[in-house]
């Protein structure tokens, strides 16, 4: 029997991905963690506890500039390879994470967890707070790295840093989002399309 709260938590991360908040009981969630619906609010007495609770580890946790991003690079070039590296990690652990054996309607895993980020979107209290802030931290880590190259020479002295940012941003978004609906995000197409908007802007 789980006894564990972070047993707890990726049980019901599974149910809640796979599921609408709104159909994820209490009971279909005790189940899912090999506990009676007591033993489960014994850990949260409300549906909504843990939900935020999971939406704080798997979403506003994992995809924090600070817990994904926080790595040293020299060159953007360097950067553009390591931010490859972590979205692959990112990406392989919340594939654990929701890998249980089945996949309503044969689902890729990514397809998931965007379901996910819809009911934290629907369901989060001050959700759009909450990700619109996640979101300018990404973008200012992209900025950053792009003034930096900029000064130094590697990327032309006309590029735009907001709009350079934004073209990656969203080639990273647009293509994960677009996977989903197939077998999930493939990360060397990525690095293809990230190494040609590259090509386009170095010196």
């Known amino acids: 029997m789980i006894t564990n709260?972070?047993?707890?938590?990726?049980?019901?991360?599974?149910?809640?991905?796979?599921?609408?908040?709104?159909?994820?009981?209490?009971?279909?969630?005790?189940?899912?963690?090999?506990?009676?619906?007591?033993?489960?609010?014994y850990y949260y007495p409300l549906k909504l506890d843990l939900f935020v609770a999971v939406?704080?580890?798997?979403?506003?946790?994992?995809?924090?500039?600070?817990?994904k991003l926080s790595f040293?690079?020299?060159?953007?070039?360097?950067?553009?390879?390591?931010?490859?590296?972590?979205?692959?990690?990112?990406?392989d652990g919340l594939v654990r994470l929701l890998s249980d054996g089945g996949s309503p309607a044969g689902c890729s895993f990514n397809f998931h967890y965007f379901h996910l980020l819809v009911q934290v979107r629907l369901h989060y209290p001050d959700a759009e707070k909450k990700i619109e802030a996640l979101f300018s931290h990404?973008?200012?880590?992209?900025?950053?790295?792009?003034?930096?190259?900029r000064e130094s020479g590697e990327i032309r002295s006309d590029v735009d840093v907001d709009s350079a940012a934004m073209m990656f941003r969203q080639m990273f978004m647009g293509l994960s989002f677009e996977q989903a609906f197939l077998s999930g995000l493939d990360t060397r197409l990525?690095?293809?399309?990230?190494?040609?908007?590259?090509?386009l802007i170095k010196s």
């Open 5 to 41: 709260r972070e047993e707890v938590l990726e049980n019901a991360l599974r149910v809640f991905a796979k599921m609408n908040y709104e159909r994820a009981s209490q009971t279909e969630i005790a189940r899912a963690c090999g506990l009676s619906k007591a033993g489960l609010i």
């Open 55 to 67: 939406a704080d580890r798997y979403v506003f946790g994992m995809q924090s500039a600070a817990s």
């Open 72 to 91: 040293a690079y020299g060159s953007f070039a360097e950067f553009l390879e390591k931010y490859l590296g972590a979205v692959e990690r990112t990406m």
């Open 138 to 149: 990404e973008y200012e880590v992209w900025r950053t790295a792009l003034r930096s190259a």
């Open 190 to 199: 990525l690095g293809e399309k990230f190494r040609f908007i590259y090509s």
